[in-house]
């Protein structure tokens, strides 16, 4: 009777131990699926804007490289450009990663954005007058409620 009961509790130990393994391991999955949406996905999105970024450059557009030196682009080629700086127009030859921001562009961006938001205020202020009447009218009612409850 003694072999069956250790018999039991082994095979009851080692259910219970690949339990253990297999939530572990579910865990770990579960963790590295966060992190790929957290951390490494918004990161490659930003590497591609990025990436579009500096292929879309101009001539003439306003830049500023990681540095944090601000010029306008007076000469592009295929792994450099060139930026002109200051008021004695001082030229600094660069390389494409360097560039960290397309300021033209974000100008561009903000202005569309401000277009697409004045835009809007003007079919709220039409739902606004409908919500108002409604308002009005439910108040009167409610009014005339009140007064005939007295």
Known sequence: MSTATLITLLTDTTTSTSAMGWSSIIWMVVILVVFYFILIRPQR??????????????????????????????????????????????????????????????KEAAAQKNAAKSASPARDKKKGKKSDKQEDSKSESSVSESDSKK
């Open 45 to 106: 999105k930003k590497d591609k804007q990025d990436a579009e970024m500096r292929k879309n450059l101009q001539l003439g557009d306003e830049v500023v490289t990681a540095g944090g030196i601000v010029g306008i682009i007076c000469k592009i080629e295929e792994e450099t450009v060139v930026i002109e700086t200051g008021g004695d127009r001082s030229r600094l030859r660069v390389r494409r990663w360097a560039i960290s921001q397309n300021l033209d562009a974000e």
